[in-house]
């Protein structure tokens, strides 16, 4: 036994063994600070410094053990995720086991005034997360996914934007998700400061500070509490929200754990700094003083002006100087008020929200100069723009309008269409007004519009897989407005110059300046002829009522421009007008049907879908409404979820060039009327979120 303690006494006089083993007291005391797990059934982090988590994306643990998932960029998704999935259901009994969980959060906005999106606890059989979608799917699902029951996922959102598609109550709210953004419960983010409800706080979760989240579901009751609070309150004793829910169909036997948060156009910093977890029992508490620090809030510079020394010789010019300046000062003043002076009425503050103000507008586009002109109209341009505070690029339309007449119905319009949301629609952000001008202020387009790739660009035409996907686009914003929206949405406008492209050449219907707004189930109202001719349906002229089956005979004529390469209505060099739906049909009545093709397509494209989309044209463009199909057969139709109708040259007699479509040629008043709308259309059809040539 010498022997042995002459060696451990050798290895304490080694240096070099001393200085292995004080490495190693250190990485395991680290390790054992950062994740403490009893079993395989829970864990608990203080911090994260040293964890073992799958993470992608933006995902990223910082020096001092905070937990990042999004770092201010636009669009982007973070996920991280204990490795180690857990037993989430007993085979053996059927139903699904209990579990428990804790931790801390706080977003970062990047902008005040304006909220990146939301971050998610979320319970899912992988962590191979690589189809998602930032923005409002929360990089936990995409747009053919979301709600899919073979999603078997679980999620507490903390959702800082509302998004109508999802139903969400407000822009600052905690729901409970099951295998869709739709949630099955949720609340304003609050808490309660008693047990009976009746007493409680608001959070905002966008304002930086850290906030705890606890969400406790029993396997027995098959409840889940989600409870918030800020960091150093105790847990409320009433959870904000409490859910039945069965969790037998939706967890599998083994299921991971962890979090998802995203970014849209605005962006933003979503943080973790502690998390608790366990099975079958309560989460463990988190050390608060243990948990690492946030970032400082990022605030602009304060700049202090340095007191010139005064002499008292100078003191008399020192005087003098000061009320030169003043004086000029207040005439500056006064002159930069009246310049950016608006028009606000009382009745305007119920649009507050939707109003931009003229300065920031003017700032945006370098004073509307003209270096910064999209395009121009007959009653004013389209400006490129960017907003100051939140760097949002934007498209400004400034459109004349001297008479107040109809001016707060006009804006109430203009306020509700900014509320649509759909990824086929160009966003509406606002207003502003100012003296006889209006001001309408859209998300901007990098791509242009659709109708300089179909006729003015032929070196950059568009192929027909961008076409066809472009038809199906637009398709889906119209159902939207006519069928899917709280209102019904007549456009009144659709062509292919108010179809914008973005950065990825997908299309958005743009240009509501002529839509018309109205209940569902309500009566119609007459109103004024307006659009462009060509794509106008021909009852309007005896009718003069605007409905969904109007916009369908637009949106037929828009199909068969996008396929045909040709405008509605072209002068030949005979004198004569080409009625495109003639042309059209006349190929129909050959057999030839495809020879009506743009050239520029040359022979790659898809003979099945383009037979499709100009038969559809055809049948959009009935000149009985009632033939014409919905948006949903029409959506249907491209999607193959039906089968088009045969179209024979009977149920198109009307088309006869002869009589150059029945009755579409009104009389002099409805002429002069249609030619009054299509001047009024040129003012909204300069693509107001498109690109300069």
């Not at 931790?103 to 939301?118: L, M, N, R, T």
């Not at 946030?294 to 002499?311: A, G, H, Y």
Request: hydrophobic share 40%.
């Amino acid at each position: 036994m010498d022997w042995v303690k002459e060696g451990r006494r050798r290895r304490g006089e080694d240096p070099v063994f001393s200085i292995l083993l004080a490495s190693f007291l250190i990485i395991t005391t680290r390790i054992a600070s950062a994740a403490v797990s009893s079993s395989e059934s829970s864990f608990v982090f203080n911090g994260f410094e040293g964890a073992d988590l799958r993470l992608n994306g933006g995902g990223v643990v910082e020096p001092n053990g905070l937990l990042r998932l999004t770092n201010f960029t636009k669009n982007e998704v973070g996920h991280a995720f204990y490795p180690v999935p857990f037993v989430f259901f007993n085979s053996s009994s059927g139903r699904p086991l209990s579990f428990s969980t804790s931790f801390v959060f706080a977003i970062f906005p990047q902008y005040e005034d304006i909220s990146s999106h939301g971050i998610a606890f979320a319970i899912t059989p992988s962590t191979n997360l690589t189809a998602v979608l930032p923005s409002q799917h929360l990089g936990l699902f995409n747009f053919t996914n979301n709600g899919d029951p073979s999603n078997h996922i679980l999620a507490v959102e903390l959702d800082t934007i509302q998004n109508r598609e999802f139903d969400d109550i407000n822009d600052n709210h905690v729901g409970i998700d099951v295998n869709g953004l739709t949630s099955n419960s949720s609340a304003p983010a609050s808490f309660f400061l008693d047990s009976s409800g009746l007493q409680y706080e608001n959070l905002s979760l966008i304002s930086g500070e850290p906030m705890r989240v606890w969400a406790d579901y029993d396997g027995k009751s098959m409840v889940l509490n989600v409870t918030l609070a800020p960091l150093l309150n105790p847990k409320p004793e009433r959870p904000l929200l409490s859910s039945k829910l069965n969790l037998s169909s939706i967890v599998l036997d083994n299921m991971y754990v962890g979090f998802a948060a995203s970014t849209g156009a605005a962006a933003g910093s979503h943080y973790i700094l502690g998390w608790s977890f366990s099975m079958n029992g309560e989460a463990n508490e988190l050390e608060l003083s243990k948990l690492p620090s946030l970032p400082p809030k990022e605030t602009e510079d304060n700049t202090t002006v340095k007191k010139p020394e005064i002499w008292i010789i100078l003191l008399p010019i020192v005087i003098f100087l000061f009320l030169l300046i003043a004086s000029f000062g207040i005439v500056h003043l006064v002159k930069t008020k009246k310049k950016f002076s608006e028009v606000v009425e009382d009745w305007e503050t119920e649009y507050g929200p939707h109003r931009f103000s003229y300065r920031d507008l003017y700032r945006a586009t370098n004073g509307f100069s003209d270096e910064n002109v999209l395009g121009n109209g007959g009653f004013g341009g389209v400006y490129k723009g960017q907003l100051p505070k939140s760097k949002l690029e934007i498209a400004v339309k400034r459109i004349s309008h001297d008479s107040r007449q109809g001016m707060k119905e006009f804006v109430a319009e203009i306020a509700s269409i900014g509320r649509l949301r759909h990824r086929n629609l160009v966003q509406l952000l606002g207003y502003c007004r100012r003296r006889g001008e209006l001001l309408l202020v859209y998300d901007y387009m990098p791509n242009s519009s659709l109708e300089k790739y179909i006729f003015d660009r032929p070196q950059q035409s568009l192929n027909w897989s961008q076409r066809f996907k472009i038809i199906r686009g637009i398709a889906a914003g119209l159902l939207y407005l006519h069928e899917e929206w709280e209102q019904v949405v007549i456009h009144r406008d659709i062509k292919a110059s108010n179809v914008l492209l973005d950065a990825e050449f997908n299309g958005k219907l743009g240009d509501f300046g002529l839509a018309r707004l109205h209940d569902r189930g309500s009566n119609l109202q007459t109103t004024r002829v307006v659009g462009t001719l060509g794509y106008l349906a021909p009852e309007l002229s005896r009718t003069g009522k605007s409905t969904t089956s109007s916009d369908v005979f637009g949106f037929g004529a828009f199909l068969l421009e996008v396929a045909c390469g040709k405008r509605p209505i072209e002068l030949k060099t005979s004198g004569i007008d080409m009625v495109l739906v003639d042309w059209v049909m006349e190929f129909l009545k050959k057999g030839e049907i495809l020879e009506a093709r743009d050239r520029k397509l040359g022979s790659d494209f898809a003979a099945e879908e383009l037979e499709l989309v100009l038969r559809l044209g055809l049948m959009c463009s009935h000149p009985s409404p009632a033939a014409r199909p919905t948006m949903r057969q029409v959506v249907q139709y491209l999607e193959g979820e039906a089968t088009l109708p045969d179209i024979s040259e009977d149920d198109f007699y009307v088309f006869d060039s002869s009589s150059r479509r029945n009755k579409i040629l009104v009389d002099e008043t409805s002429w002069n009327s249609c030619t009054a709308a299509t001047n009024l259309s040129s003012s909204f059809s300069d693509s107001p979120s498109s690109r300069r040539n």
